[in-house]
């Protein structure tokens, strides 16, 4: 078996022995971003709030040790005095000013950068980043559904070939032989709800309903091959678990077709 990943241009593929590329070389870029911002973002709140203080001639006494270890006792003794009294003590001359770091739009960056890895790895941000869908009315179905059709499509186009050759291996090695009627298929991954089931299931009886006819109109085909077929398509769609078997024991609708006698009884009286 084949899996091939992400396709390459003709000159490119022939390097890597037509295998492909890595599907995650797709993201890699934008995951990379999206962690350095985290990380810049990170190194700002350690520099959220940062005390600036002007002392006349610091730059010029510096160098003398003596100088150094009284400024760093100084404002030693001036952080302490804050931490208890909640007051900033100093020298007249002494200027002071605080500066902070402004992270008002700090979340959007992050959230962008976010959102591209999304789109990059086409998974919506509602599923990728659990948030709340955006925008007027929107419940995020839309973007679900679109998301599970993708892979569905990506399962029928990528591996459902290799896999079928499996399935055959391993149902010939198992039974001896392949019966012509065995299948499988991949299982859905967007479930309906209950209201959405019984909606689909009446649109289904009322079709085979109007195929079978009526007491005024011919039935638009056999009895016995829509009895059939609605058989088939109950069962493999899951709607009727279990309904061949029943109707193997019970009988179908072409076992229930009403004779001439039948019809005539429900007509209704003629006018005398």
């Known amino acids: 078996m084949r899996f ?27 995951i990379r971003d999206a962690t350095a911002g985290q990380q810049g973002i990170a190194a700002l709140v350690q520099e959220a709030k940062v005390d600036v203080f002007r002392i ?14 009284s400024i760093e006792d100084r404002f030693s003794l001036a ?20 500066k902070t770091v402004n992270f008002a739009q700090l979340p959007e960056v992050q959230r962008l950068q976010l959102q591209i890895v999304s789109g990059a790895a ?8 659990g948030q709340s869908p955006t925008g007027l009315n929107s419940t995020g179905e839309g973007d679900e559904k ?32 392949y019966p012509a009627d065995l299948w499988w298929s991949f299982r859905p991954l967007w479930q309906m709800s209950e ?10 009886a009322d079709a085979v309903r109007a195929l079978a006819g009526t007491n005024t109109q011919p039935p638009l085909l056999p009895i ?3 009895s059939k077929a609605t058989e088939n398509m109950l069962e493999e769609d899951g709607t009727l678990v279990g309904v061949a078997q029943a109707v193997e024991e019970y009988g179908g609708l ?5 004779d001439d006698d039948d019809q005539q009884a429900a007509l209704p009286p003629a006018d005398q």
Request: aromatic share 8%; charged share 35%; net charge negative.
């Open 79 to 98: 952080n302490r005095l804050k931490s208890t009294t909640n007051a900033l003590v100093l020298d007249k001359e002494d200027e002071y000013q605080q």
């Open 4 to 30: 091939v990943g992400a396709e390459l241009p003709t000159d490119w593929d022939q390097l890597v022995d037509r295998w492909g590329d890595s599907v995650l070389d797709a993201i890699e870029i934008a």
């Open 195 to 204: 209201k959405e089931r019984a909606e689909i299931f009446k649109r289904k």
């Open 224 to 226: 016995e091959a829509l």
């Open 122 to 129: 086409d998974i919506p941000a509602t599923r990728f980043l």
């Open 146 to 177: 679109n998301y599970y059709q993708r892979i569905g499509a990506e399962q029928e186009l990528t591996l459902r070939e290799p896999l079928d050759k499996l399935f055959a291996l391993t149902v010939r090695s198992a039974l001896g032989n």
């Open 254 to 258: 072409d076992e229930g077709e009403p």
């Open 56 to 69: 006349e001639g610091f730059m010029r006494n510096i160098r003398d040790e003596t100088y150094k270890r």
